[in-house]
Nanobody, 122 residues
Framework: QLVESGGGLVEAGGSLRLSCAASGRAFSSYVMGWFRQAPGKEREFVAAINWSAGNTIYVDSVKGRFTISRDNTKNTVYLQMDSLKPEDTAVYYC?????????????????WGQGTQVTVSS
C-alpha cells in the first residue's frame, strides 16, 4: 500500500515536499516513481529512483527543480519540488515497480497510491 501526502496550494516560485509512505517489507527492493495527471491530460512520468538511490531519472520539464529521494529505513520516498510553476498543477501519484532499474514507463509500475493534489497559483 502506498499513501501520498504533502500536496497543497502554493504560489508560483514556491516549494512543496511530497511524501509517499509504503507498507510491506519489500519496499527497499522496489523502484519508486512519481507520476502526475493534470486536468484533461494523460498521466505522465515525473521522476523515479532505484532501490539504492544510486539511479534517478526525471522528465525534462522538472530537471533542476524537482528532487526525488528515498529513506528505506522509513519506507518512504520523497519528491522535493522547488521553483514551482502553474503548469506543475496536477494530481501526483506515487508508484512502485519490481524492476531493478528506474523506469519512465507507467506499465512497469504495479502498485499505486491514491494521489495528492498540487495546485500552483500564478
Amino acid at each position: 500500500q502506498l499513501v501520498e501526502s504533502g500536496g497543497g496550494l502554493v504560489e508560483a516560485g514556491g516549494s512543496l515536499r511530497l511524501s509517499c509512505a509504503a507498507s510491506g517489507r519489500a519496499f527497499s527492493s522496489y523502484v519508486m516513481g512519481w507520476f502526475r495527471q493534470a486536468p484533461g491530460k494523460e498521466r505522465e512520468f515525473v521522476a523515479a529512483i532505484n532501490w539504492s538511490a544510486g539511479n534517478t531519472i526525471y522528465v525534462d520539464s522538472v530537471k533542476g527543480r524537482f528532487t526525488i529521494s528515498r529513506d528505506n529505513t522509513k519506507n518512504t520516498v520523497y519528491l522535493q519540488m522547488d521553483s514551482l510553476k502553474p503548469e506543475d498543477t496536477a494530481v501526483y501519484y506515487c508508484a512502485a515497480s519490481a524492476l531493478r532499474v528506474a523506469s519512465t514507463l507507467e506499465y512497469n509500475y504495479v502498485f499505486w497510491g491514491q494521489g495528492t493534489q498540487v495546485t500552483v497559483s500564478s
